[in-house]
């Protein structure tokens, strides 16, 4: 029955970095406010202006999952803590397979919880706007790319936030060439931010025939979705170029196969963005705004400008240079980020959405600047 003991005294432990997490958190604030906001929701008229009440019980709905969060971390604990009384008064240690799960489950939830505390900046809290492009190489990158796609959805499955489908651009052969999706749930930029550069994977393609292997290499973009909050954020017809045409490609289930797709092409830096999968076209432009927005103002903060009509010339998204992360298929499996060192050997589980490790460390180093290599 020692490891019984050994657990009691672990969770003793975290008796204490449970109270110290409360307290950085802001709970106590974070309950005033929910308690505010079911005031003004309860307030005649309050639906009568329904992107207002929107944001309202949308921010609810965040704080009210931050308190059942830490609500839950501590009952687990409570839990734990008796599991061990039981089993050690019982003489009983048919009960440590439970145990050692729960406790791998609660020091997970306790390191996902410090870390949100570390999401401090401006926009972390905001939704994020994925853009996934397929490098040189054809099929081999395309199919890499498509990958990339699913390793990103199904991370966002596995953490409750939900995404939507903006735009979908199918391979030629396999694969996509381009994707744009919208992650939606609190501190989803915040977590993502720094999966932003260039991913470069090495494999035996299975597109070729000799069976020789293979370097292909995707870019992500990752800003967060922002508010039309500011009049020097206005954009005005004047600043962009709409086009409309036909969705097409192979991409069935992922878009909308009639003539509302629109792309917007802005003037003075050349960006472009583009949403299909909207029911009308006045839908896919709205999209598009947000996204050409958010995509002006995450360079105008970058690039430390006073106004949006300070930035000028092209604006290339992602430097090719700019690898963040390598995955191995052969002759070993590995997954590795040139920035932190973080690595995984299991890249079957990475490849489904498994990459917690790579975001926790890009964050504590982020947050105490002790990187692996210098920029």
């Not at 293979?214 to 909050?229: G, L, N, Y």
Request: net charge negative; proline share 2%; with cysteine.
């Amino acid at each position: 029955m020692l490891e019984f003991e050994e657990y009691k005294v672990k969770l003793a432990g975290l008796a204490p970095e449970l109270e110290k997490l409360r307290g950085s958190l802001g709970l106590e604030q974070a309950g005033r406010e929910v308690e505010e906001l079911e005031m003004k929701s309860a307030q005649p008229g309050f639906w009568d202006d329904p992107e207002a009440s929107q944001k309202v019980v949308s921010r609810m709905g965040a704080l009210k999952g931050k308190i059942e969060a830490y609500a839950k971390l501590c009952t687990q604990h409570e839990d734990l803590l008796a599991l061990c009384e039981m089993a050690l008064e019982e003489n009983d240690d048919s009960m440590l397979e439970e145990l050692t799960e729960g406790y791998r489950e609660l020091e997970e939830g306790l390191e996902t919880q410090r870390l949100s505390t570390l999401l401090t900046g401006e926009y972390d809290g905001n939704n994020a706007l994925m853009s996934f492009h397929a490098g040189a190489g054809g099929t081999e990158a395309q199919d890499w790319c498509e990958m990339l796609y699913r390793m990103y959805t199904r991370w966002a499955e596995r953490h409750g936030f939900s995404y939507k489908i903006l735009d979908y651009q199918d391979g030629d052969e396999a694969g996509l060439k381009s994707a744009d999706i919208l992650i939606e749930g609190e501190n989803a930029y915040g977590f993502l931010k720094g999966e932003n550069g260039v991913h470069r994977l090495v494999r035996i393609s299975p597109f070729d025939a000799s069976g020789r292997r293979h370097t292909s290499f995707s870019a992500i973009e990752v800003i967060p979705e922002i508010e039309d909050t500011s009049e020097d954020f206005e954009i005005k017809p004047d600043d962009y170029e709409m086009q409309v045409f036909r969705s097409s490609g192979a991409g069935g289930q992922h878009i909308n196969k009639t003539s509302s797709a629109v792309r917007l092409i802005h003037k003075a830096t050349g960006i472009v963005v583009s949403c299909q999968t909207e029911r009308s076209q006045f839908q896919n432009k709205e999209t598009c705004l947000r996204m050409l927005r958010s995509k002006l103002v995450e360079i105008k903060e970058r690039e430390h400008l006073d106004k949006i009509s300070d930035i000028k010339g092209d604006q290339k998204k992602i430097e090719w240079g700019s690898q963040i992360r390598s995955y191995v298929f052969m002759p070993y499996t590995l997954a590795k980020d040139t920035r932190t060192a973080h690595e995984e050997t299991n890249i079957n589980a990475v490849m489904d959405g498994d990459i917690d490790g790579f975001i926790n460390a890009y964050l504590s180093a982020l947050a105490t600047g002790n990187w692996a290599t210098k920029s």
